[in-house]
């Protein structure tokens, strides 16, 4: 029997990997919310499946995602990532990344966690959406612009409504997988 996924999921190992493990599964760790924040950040303007393929290069350049670095990062190691040809060269948002590391920390120290921060804005559990075609699956919502909005006031960069909206998909904070998906009652 054929397992029915996403519509969205192509013949890709990768991809349907990413799908069946990962997409959509609730995410409080911030360790790993910070790097989909990265690789979220990353994407804009690109397609998923390119910074998914490009993911084993960021984690290496980007020292495991550890945002204590990264906030650190001096103008040496700027420069190499900007010579990195295994990750998206864009030096607006490679800054942002060190930006983003520091504000990330700053949250932290306020909330006591990331995590506690960005899930209050879905009362700490999944919203669950039920949809039953890729065409009713939205880029945006009215959570995903106050999320986005409370960021940029805080001094987040290159993470607007979009960006935040697949950002919830990805960690889980909404269930946007089909109801016809093997997944959708699986996370």
Request: charged share 25%.
């Amino acid at each position: 029997m054929e397992i029915k996924r996403c519509d969205w999921v192509t013949n890709d190992e990768l991809y349907i990997k990413y799908h069946d493990e990962e997409w959509g599964k609730p995410v409080y760790d911030d360790e790993t919310i910070f790097e989909f924040l990265v690789l979220e950040s990353f994407q804009a303007g690109l397609s998923w499946f390119t910074i998914l393929k490009k993911r084993e290069n960021f984690r290496a350049a980007f020292d495991q995602f550890n945002y204590k670095k990264i906030a650190n990062y001096n103008p040496e190691k700027l420069e190499s990532l900007m010579q990195d040809a295994g990750i998206v060269r864009n030096k607006l948002k490679i800054l942002a990344t060190v930006n983003n590391a520091q504000r990330f920390m700053e949250v932290q120290k306020e909330f006591g966690s990331f995590s506690k921060y960005i899930w209050g804005f879905v009362n700490h559990k999944t919203i669950n959406n039920k949809v039953k075609s890729i065409k009713d699956v939205q880029a945006t919502t009215d959570i995903s612009d106050a999320l986005a909005k409370d960021l940029k006031k805080r001094g987040f960069k290159f993470l607007g409504s979009t960006v935040m909206y697949a950002h919830m998909q990805a960690t889980g904070m909404v269930n946007d997988h089909l109801t016809t998906c093997f997944c959708y009652n699986k996370h």
